[in-house]
């Protein structure tokens, strides 16, 4: 296959394991996040796919042909580099030109790709600049553009929006996506924040302790969480406390129950239900799926209202649109009524095989 | 109102007064350590006729001094430059066992006494020496000829460019070298095209330094030459003795050119710093 | 590992192969001969060489005047170093690229002009001749010739730290109602203390060995004005290689210590200074 194929790869600094016996693979053409907190191993890893860095074990497939063995140079990898690691004595046009003077390619082919490239990604008039009289954003460009100059077979990108402010970064993001689409090169960006990897990516791998986590798409991550890091790692989630009764789900600190879809007959202590705060719908009295509380606190959040609840000894938050709200005009300490729309059952702690079999059954957990 | 605005005119009155006194006596302080001396020596030169300043300068002796002190810096600065970079790259660039000693051994040449050094390589590399012995015994004198001077030249200027260059290379970090890697260069096309560049100012500084050093050093090739007129002697070694010859007008005009020759080089080091800066 | 790592890690070991030749020839091996050459005659001998009477004055009075010579320096370096940070004034830029004058002019051209500047035939020289005080020939001299070969290193060192230092500590402390000798000594010092220290280690070795414009200044009389250098190129000369030999280990010596004093200050400051 194409693309790019990681295989079984462990590296390890002295005793620490930075990257642990991972896999996957992304398709030609595609656009992959590696997403993961900070000290998670994906830089580790993408460096490892450049060749920056040497695997204890495992492999590597570029375009289908192994590289493991080949030094970084014959490789034929674009990298953009966190800090951009541009060559500040050369400007512009000297900084994309580098990797073409290196393959020894003929001065009026260097110039005219060169040229092309700087319209790409449009920093007309700048061929003469130092890195130093750039802003953020310009050298990021000037980055990719050099990346891109050699023609690689795959672009990696190292947090490439890390170091820019908020604004330059969405607006950065988006132009990624649109320039991805029509150069249309296999491409894998190391980020932390998950709306990036949500908004720009095919695939998105999650990674954490050297781990792969979970591998799938924006929805399938956001809605399909495979584990409670997953799902409180990407976007915002509650986590309730509760046990498992017969057919029911009894929340820690009330005699509420939520009742199973179906009949399961188990009993467990100690789970948690993962929910997102806009899967918890308020209501104003109570019906059979719905949990009593308290609201704490209301918070105006400028296109909907965050609600803080108290279920049972549970501080959970929820989001309400503003129509919502201005229909039942809720105010502090009032007792309201919640359904949980979806949730997800995890164990508290890990290492319950039997329980997890089970809930996987009923399409709980995945 | 009015009294309390005087206060404060006094108090500020006062500020200025104390600043504009420290100022003047730094300045007085100045003046007299650097620049009445430098005044003095011109002043000196010229009170002798021209005519004597000229053949004290082109006498056989004098040249040959002159072209002396330039071989031996030429030779050292090239030298210096190689290994004080090849140093310079591997302090800032790996790790190994005893690195933070060897690097502080780097700076032996700026706090031992030229004398010390120079007695050092007349027992290491003299007739009974370790090394000299074996010189001599293929006929190759290193003591009180031109290869000790250069040895000589060398430890004390060895510091020069590895020191300048380290922080440079420290904050330029790796980054730069990985981005021409993954291009495809190889390191030697790393070290011409990227890590070259990035250091030259620093390297420039430093090699200024060397050649200031060079041209004026004067204990420790004084102890390794012997100071022999047309053979072994260097334009310092002459200045010193013509002067204790009392042939002031010979010394002097000798020294208001090595002078000169470092006024020059002050502004080279200056250009060169700036310019570090600037990058 | 694969092959083309392996490749790297040749090329690094033969460049450090090369640098750590280059520090065993030049510096390593010529202390380890001076050293074993010195030791050869064994302890007591060395000793003796040491404190034969004009060796051990020659030491002790090196190190008095380089005592004398550090103290006149670190007031006048760091109020030097102030001055040009913190005042506007006329020829500043000037005078700050003087300073540096030192460090480029050759020690035998340095002695020679003081000489010009205060020797006997000298107005200087005179005027302080007809009241009794000697200054070529004499401690004066040769403390002015210290003074002039060390000048840049306190300004060069306390320099950048004052440009770096924020103001807003001093600020912070004026507002807490702090004097301006308070803030001086309680703010300004402290920070830059360690500079200082490093300014004042580098020319105390500086001035321990100097030797070109103190062998002109000095009239170098043994037991009078005869520092440690002249003495050892003294015993050179006469063939007294032994003798000298001990000296030289004093002052090797010396080296060491402010060699280490360095890094040690370097190592407090880098760990309480960011």
Not at chain 2, 25 to 42: N, Q, S, Y
Not at chain 2, 44 to 65: D, P
Not at chain 2, 118 to 140: A, C, E, K, Q, T
Request: glycine share 8%; proline share 3%; hydrophobic share 50%.
């Amino acid at each position: 296959m194409s693309g790019i194929m990681v295989k079984n790869i462990t590296k390890k600094f002295g005793d620490f394991v930075a990257v642990n016996n991972v896999s996957f693979d992304v398709r030609e053409g595609e656009l992959a996040a590696l997403l993961g907190p900070s000290g998670s191993g994906k830089s580790t890893l993408l460096r490892v796919i450049a060749g920056l860095e040497n695997p204890d074990m495992g492999q590597i497939f570029l375009t289908g042909k192994d590289v493991t063995p080949l030094r970084t140079q014959k490789r034929n990898v674009g990298f953009v580099f966190q800090h951009y690691a541009l060559f500040k004595h050369m400007t512009v046009e000297k900084n994309i030109a580098f990797g073409l003077e290196i393959q020894k390619k003929d001065k009026k082919e260097i110039k005219q790709k060169v040229e092309e490239l700087i319209d790409l990604v449009k920093l007309n008039g700048y061929n003469k600049h130092y890195p130093s009289q750039l802003s953020g954003g310009q050298r990021q460009r000037v980055a990719l553009a050099r990346a891109l100059a050699t023609e690689p077979k795959v672009l990696l990108l190292d947090e490439p929006f890390g170091s820019l402010d908020a604004k330059v970064r969405k607006n950065l993001a988006q132009w990624i996506r649109d320039l991805h689409s029509r150069v249309n090169v296999t491409s894998v960006f190391v980020t932390h924040d998950q709306n990036e990897a949500i908004e720009i990516s095919d695939k998105i791998i999650v990674i954490n302790r050297g781990k792969v986590e979970q591998i799938g798409n924006a929805t399938d991550v956001y809605e399909h969480p495979k584990s409670k890091f997953v799902a409180s790692f990407v976007g915002n989630v509650n986590v309730i406390n509760a046990n498992i009764k017969k057919n029911y789900i009894v929340i820690t600190g009330t005699k509420e129950k939520i009742q199973f879809k179906e009949k399961t007959g188990i009993n467990f202590q100690n789970i948690v239900l993962l929910i997102r705060p806009e899967d918890i719908i308020i209501k104003d009295n109570s019906t059979e799926d719905t949990v009593p509380c308290i609201i704490n606190g209301i918070y105006y959040r400028g296109s909907f209202y965050e609600v803080d609840l108290k279920v049972g000894t549970n501080n959970v938050k929820s989001l309400v649109p503003k129509e919502n709200f201005f229909k039942f005009e809720w105010q502090k300490g009032e007792k309201v009524y919640v359904r949980f729309r979806k949730f997800k059952i995890f164990e508290a702690s890990e290492g319950h095989k039997k329980v997890h079999e089970m809930l996987k059954q009923l399409g709980y957990i995945e | 109102m009015e009294n309390k605005t005087n206060c404060v005119e006094i108090v500020r009155k006062q500020k200025q007064t104390g600043k504009w006194i420290l100022i003047s006596v730094v300045l007085l302080w100045f003046f007299v350590l650097i620049i009445f001396p430098l005044i003095g020596i011109v002043m000196e030169t010229f009170k002798n006729a021209i005519s004597v300043i000229t053949s004290s300068l082109s006498s056989t002796a004098s040249t040959h001094a002159f072209w002396l002190t330039i071989l031996i810096t030429f030779v050292a600065v090239i030298i210096n430059t190689i290994f004080g970079t090849i140093m310079a790259i591997v302090f800032a660039k790996q790790n190994f066992k005893g690195k933070l000693f060897l690097e502080s051994l780097i700076d032996l040449p700026f706090a031992v006494s030229p004398i010390v050094a120079g007695f050092m390589f007349v027992i290491l590399f003299g007739p009974g020496g370790w090394i000299g012995s074996w010189f001599y015994s293929m006929n190759i004198k290193i003591i009180y000829a031109l290869p000790g001077m250069i040895i000589a030249t060398l430890f004390v200027t060895l510091p020069f460019v590895a020191k300048e260059i380290i922080p440079v290379l420290r904050e330029f970090g790796i980054e730069q070298d990985e981005a021409a890697l993954i291009l495809g260069a190889s390191q030697w096309q790393i070290f011409w095209k990227v890590t070259l560049p990035s250091i030259r100012w620093g390297l420039a500084y430093g090699v200024t330094l060397t050649i200031a050093r060079s041209i004026g050093e004067f204990g420790a090739v004084l102890v390794v030459s012997g100071s022999i007129i047309n053979k072994t002697q260097t334009a310092t070694l002459r200045i010193h003795d013509q002067f204790t010859d009392l042939n002031y007008a010979g010394a002097f005009s000798a020294a208001l050119i090595l002078a000169l020759i470092s006024f020059i080089i002050l502004n080279l080091i200056q250009y060169a710093q700036k310019r570090k800066e600037r990058i | 590992m694969n092959k083309g790592l392996k490749r790297f890690v040749k090329g690094d070991l033969t460049v450090r192969g090369i640098a750590l030749f280059y520090i065993g020839l030049l510096i390593i091996l010529p202390v380890i001969a001076i050293t074993t050459e010195a030791f050869k005659g064994g302890i007591p001998n060395l000793w003796k060489q040491i404190t034969l009477p004009q060796a051990l004055f020659s030491l002790k009075f090196t190190f008095i005047i380089a005592l004398i010579m550090l103290v006149i320096n670190i007031i006048t370096g760091t109020a030097t170093a102030w001055v040009l940070v913190r005042y506007d004034f006329p020829l500043k830029k000037t005078i700050n690229a003087l300073i540096d004058i030192p460090f480029a002019i050759p020690t035998v051209v340095t002695g020679m002009m003081l000489i010009v500047l205060c020797g006997p035939r000298s107005l200087i020289g005179d005027f302080f001749g007809k009241h009794g005080i000697e200054i070529i020939y004499n401690k004066p001299g040769i403390i002015l010739a210290l003074i002039f070969v060390t000048f840049p290193f306190v300004v060069r060192s306390v320099q950048p730290v004052l440009i770096e230092m924020e103001r807003d500590m001093e600020e912070a402390a004026q507002t807490l109602g702090a004097s301006k000798f308070k803030i001086f000594f309680h703010i300004v010092l402290p920070t830059i203390f360690p500079s200082v220290l490093t300014g004042a280690a580098l020319s105390f070795s500086r001035a321990l060995g100097e030797f070109g414009s103190i062998v002109i200044v000095a009239g170098n009389i043994p037991m009078k004005t005869q520092v440690a250098s002249v003495y050892i190129y003294g015993e050179i000369e006469s063939a007294n290689i032994q003798s000298g030999l001990g000296t030289a280990v004093v002052l090797l010596l010396s080296s060491f210590i402010v060699l280490i004093f360095l890094n040690f200050i370097q190592r407090w400051s880098n760990k309480y200074g960011k």
